[in-house]
Nanobody, 129 residues
Framework: QLQLVESGGGLVQPGGSLRLSCAASGFSLEGKAIAWFRQAPGKEREGLACISGSDYMTKYADSVKGRFTISRSDAKDSMYLAMNSLESDDTAMYFC??????????????????????WGQGAQVTVSS
């Protein structure tokens, strides 16, 4: 079964840090563009960060730039999102996503959810004192 599985979510105080992990099962992440998204209740899904499939070009949303860092380990078929200086507005369900390889996605990634083929089930992050 092809799936992505997130872990590392939880409750953290404002100003704190968390690291989300996402492991691929049944397929390899090598060569695939990958990304992290989040969705808070009543809000639209937001693309946070992405990495292209082979050039490892990254993009970040303005809302998380300088605070969040996306990374990947193709050897472990895993991706990560390090989150620092967390704020209450960061409270949301966080999802990882991957796109099947293509010529375009080798050098590009996207913060549009429609770009991706595989999705994780989500990990809840709650920032509260």
């Amino acid at each position: 079964q092809l799936q992505l599985v997130e872990s590392g979510g939880g409750l953290v105080q404002p100003g704190g840090s968390l690291r989300l992990s996402c492991a691929a099962s049944g397929f390899s992440l090598e060569g695939k563009a990958i990304a992290w998204f989040r969705q808070a209740p009543g809000k639209e899904r937001e693309g946070l960060a992405c990495i292209s499939g082979s050039d490892y070009m990254t993009k970040y949303a303005d809302s998380v730039k300088g605070r969040f860092t996306i990374s990947r380990s193709d050897a472990k078929d895993s991706m990560y999102l390090a989150m620092n200086s967390l704020e209450s507005d960061d409270t949301a369900m966080y999802f990882c996503a991957a796109r099947s390889p293509s010529t375009y996605s080798q050098r590009h990634c996207s913060q549009d959810g429609d770009f991706y083929d595989f999705w994780g089930q989500g990990a809840q992050v709650t920032v509260s004192s």
